[in-house]
């Protein structure tokens, strides 16, 4: 059974820093974030390839920095100089399947940048 679960998230002031955390299990694909506002469709933040090979989109590159620790079935993303429009729900995303098919989502965590 793939279980994901995403926290860390809160309020935060532009150019301040947070901290999320994944602990997931069970998946044997990809892992990764994404995140969405009301209103708009979730959009891709970054992804860790079953290869260690780590992406992320354009709008958080050189700001956003994923790590994994497979000791503890976690995935952390480092977000600093956040910005107002980083404010979103970020969920937690987990691929598994015989060819990845499927993916297992977090309930989300709210980050809101706000002086």
């Known amino acids: 059974q793939v279980r994901v679960m995403e926290f860390g998230g809160g309020l935060v002031q532009p150019g301040g820093s947070l901290r999320l955390t994944c602990e997931a299990s069970?998946?044997?694909?990809?892992l990764g974030w994404y995140r969405q506002v009301p209103g708009k469709e979730r959009e891709f933040v970054s992804w860790i390839q079953t290869s260690g090979r780590i992406d992320y989109a354009d709008s958080v590159k050189g700001r956003f920095t994923v790590s994994q620790d497979k000791s503890k079935n976690t995935m952390y993303l480092e977000m600093n100089r956040l910005k107002i429009e980083d404010t979103a729900v970020y969920y937690c995303a987990a691929d598994w399947g015989r060819e990845c098919e499927q993916t297992a989502w977090g309930r989300g965590t709210q980050v809101t940048v706000s002086s």
């Open positions: 069970g998946y044997d694909c990809g």
